[in-house]
């Protein structure tokens, strides 16, 4: 294309060209800056929402234990001689399940990576169930007050509630 004044070639398309390529840039660069800024919090945020997640799981296997157990006592006077092997081998937990685990014993197989047991309390009429969290002794108070409604004792908090008794890195409750 030529300008019709002095048949010099005109230069309109290259500028425009050159700004359009500017245009792109920016975009670009808006684009990745938003794509890092949704990492960063995606970073920021994963350990609160994966420690919620294994709390409402640890909530729920817990469930299923003492549920578990209270089918195993059916007419038995007491809870004594009740552990997760022994609900795993009557299959009232599912062999190789999720709390079962491969070895059939509670071992490695809690959301935090630790050991569930289960055995008669003190009172044989009553049962504590315990969950070790060995990879996050951090979350032990959260988890500690979420469970402490469940117990025998039904407290608002585990703060001196007297079913469940929280360690470094357990936490037992009484049913």
């Not at 070639?9 to 500028?15: A, K």
């Not at 809870?79 to 609900?87: K, N, P, Q």
């Not at 490695?108 to 002794?137: C, E, M, Q, R």
Request: hydrophobic residues 40%; charged residues 10%.
């Amino acid at each position: 294309m030529t300008n019709h004044i002095n048949n010099a070639p005109s230069t309109n398309r290259t500028s425009k060209s050159r700004k359009h390529r500017g245009a792109a840039n920016v975009d670009m660069m808006l684009a990745a800056g938003f794509m890092v800024g949704i990492l960063v919090l995606t970073v920021l945020i994963y350990p609160r929402i994966s420690a919620a997640k294994n709390i409402g799981s640890f909530q729920v296997d817990e469930a299923s234990i003492a549920s578990a157990t209270e089918r195993w006592k059916k007419a038995r006077s007491n809870y004594t001689g009740v552990s997760i092997s022994v609900l795993c081998a009557q299959n009232i937990l599912p062999k190789g399940g999720t709390i079962c685990g491969s070895t059939n014993t509670g071992a490695n197989t809690n959301p935090f990576g630790g050991n569930w047991t289960v055995a008669a309390a003190k009172n044989p009429g009553l049962y504590t169930i315990t969950g070790t969290l060995p990879n996050d002794p951090n979350v032990i108070a959260e988890l500690a007050d979420a469970m402490a409604p469940i117990t025998r004792a039904n407290c608002q908090s585990a703060t001196s509630c007297s079913t469940i008794a929280v360690t470094a890195t357990s936490l037992a409750m009484t049913h």
